[in-house]
């Protein structure tokens, strides 16, 4: 009797070790559920010990992987390097097609998405153009869980140069490496209110952090 008691002990305690989701969360905490449901904005659960209690729920943003009882494993797209570094910095150069000068550049930009990052630009030079600054965003042609480090972009920014307003148009193709080390060569139209134009290729050197 003691060991059938026993065996059924431990066979309780293995499939409560093995027979349950797991939650992952941003806080680095771990929970030990049976996985209702998945949406893009939340994750909804029953606790493994208490099935009859409610429904729980938590932000799809706060999850960072899901490991199911089958062994499949959801990394919730933070596989994705833009997803999982997010907040960036870089400088570079910029040179005119026409040959005429260049001008140092420096941006902070961060991914509200993989694919849509928001970016702040400044630069300088020696030019008739003087200090400018722009801000937009850019496109990457990525997915939520992606896995590829070289994406091509295409964006729109408006600034001002001294008061006179353009518009910012940047093509090119950006490469981030594991460690974090971000760089991007584009092709910039900046078109100015006032009937100016200045096409420019730019080189840019940066990092991006996690948060």
């Not at 002990?9 to 797991?22: E, P, V």
Request: hydrophobic share 40%.
């Amino acid at each position: 009797m003691r060991k059938l008691l026993a065996i059924l002990l431990l066979t309780s305690a293995f499939q409560s070790g093995f027979g349950q989701d797991k939650i992952n969360t941003s806080d680095k905490q771990q929970l030990n559920v049976k996985i209702i449901e998945k949406t893009d904005k939340f994750v909804k659960y029953k606790m493994t010990d208490y099935e009859d209690g409610p429904v729980l729920w938590i932000k799809t943003k706060r999850v960072t992987r899901i490991e199911y009882k089958n062994g499949f494993v959801d990394l919730m797209g933070n596989q994705n390097p833009r997803k999982n570094k997010p907040l960036g910095i870089s400088a570079g150069m910029a040179f005119e097609l026409s040959g005429n000068g260049g001008m140092f550049v420096s941006t902070a930009d961060y991914f509200i998405i993989p694919q849509i990052d928001l970016e702040v630009n400044a630069g300088t030079s020696d030019l008739a153009y003087g200090i400018y600054f722009s801000a937009g965003s850019r496109f990457h042609l990525n997915s939520n869980y992606s896995v590829k480090k070289l994406t091509p972009f295409a964006g729109l920014l408006f600034g001002s140069n001294y008061g006179d307003g353009f518009t910012q148009i940047p093509v090119g193709i950006s490469y981030l490496f594991n460690c974090g080390l971000n760089t991007s060569l584009s092709v910039n139209e900046m078109i100015g209110f006032n009937s100016w134009q200045l096409t420019f290729a730019e080189l840019r050197v940066g990092w991006k952090f996690k948060l």
